[in-house]
């Protein structure tokens, strides 16, 4: 019984690249989440006096004028996973790289 790997069929292939695109995404969009809301705490900080409640994430998500850093940010990282990912199903797209055909490959000795 020798142990002959299974070739691998194309629909794995695609299911793997998949997979990898959707976590590349929830990943690079939650970092870009997560550097949104600190950029926005830090260039929107406000002085509060002693009798005003301290902001919470909840009304920094609710006040308009303080969330673009967030969209912004959310919005860079899905737009890298994209690019990741178009460079993944369509490797013609990375830079340096040519598609040769069989009729201008040359012949291996």
């Given at each position: 019984?020798?142990?002959?790997?299974?070739?691998?069929?194309?629909?794995?292939?695609?299911?793997?690249?998949?997979?990898?695109?959707?976590?590349?995404?929830?990943?690079?969009?939650?970092?870009?989440?997560?550097?949104?809301?600190?950029?926005?705490?830090?260039?929107?900080?406000?002085s509060y006096s002693i009798h005003s409640p301290?902001?919470?994430?909840?009304?920094?998500?609710?006040?308009?004028?303080?969330?673009?850093?967030?969209?912004?940010?959310?919005?860079?990282?899905?737009?890298?996973?994209?690019?990741?990912?178009?460079?993944?199903?369509?490797?013609?797209?990375?830079?340096?790289?040519?598609?040769?055909?069989?009729?201008?490959?040359?012949?291996?000795?």
């Amino acid at each position: 019984m020798s142990a002959t790997p299974k070739p691998t069929s194309s629909e794995d292939i695609i299911g793997q690249k998949y997979d990898r695109c959707l976590a590349d995404l929830i990943v690079k969009a939650g970092v870009g989440f997560g550097v949104g809301v600190v950029s926005s705490v830090i260039l929107f900080r406000r002085s509060y006096s002693i009798h005003s409640p301290i902001p919470t994430s909840l009304t920094l998500l609710k006040c308009p004028g303080r969330t673009w850093p967030i969209a912004l940010g959310t919005g860079f990282g899905a737009g890298a996973a994209y690019a990741d990912c178009d460079r993944s199903f369509n490797p013609a797209r990375i830079p340096g790289t040519r598609i040769v055909s069989a009729v201008e490959a040359p012949a291996s000795k």
